[in-house]
């Protein structure tokens, strides 16, 4: 018999209510609290299930380390073409964009950002949910172009 599993990426954070509040508004998704209101769900109708907790001394992790040392983070994938506007919603709701190496003008693949509380996440193009949208639209041949 197999046992049933699933993963859920938890957050810790100091108010889980206002950071929950962020994911579920930024992720079109729904909060669910249970009994524990320190504990709150964000599920949304794509496969997205995360949570957040509160943690009492919480303290924002640090990213981008000094040393380029890699962190979990979130990677929240959109279409090409509404990654401006994704940005924007994302900065309106309350994140603030991270300084990397990289150039931040013109077009690119991947920007990193903090949550309210201080998480790092990127949004990231995949180039694939483009295609598979043109697709379902029945703009684009079987051999994706």
Known sequence: MTVLKTSVLVLDCA???????????????????????????IIGNQGVHLAVRRDHGYAPPSWPRPEDSQQAHLRIL??????????????????????????????????????????SFSLAVYPSFATERRREAGSVSSDGV
Do not use: C, W
């Open 15 to 41: 108010e889980p209510m206002e950071l929950a509040g962020f994911y579920a508004a930024l992720l079109g998704a729904e909060m669910q609290v249970g009994s524990d209101p320190d504990f709150v769900e």
């Open 78 to 119: 959109v279409d090409e073409g509404d990654m401006d506007e994704a940005e924007r919603e994302a900065i309106g709701l309350g994140a603030r964009p991270v300084d990397t190496k990289d150039s931040n003008s013109g077009p690119r693949d991947v920007r990193v950002y903090t949550d309210p509380a201080g998480h």
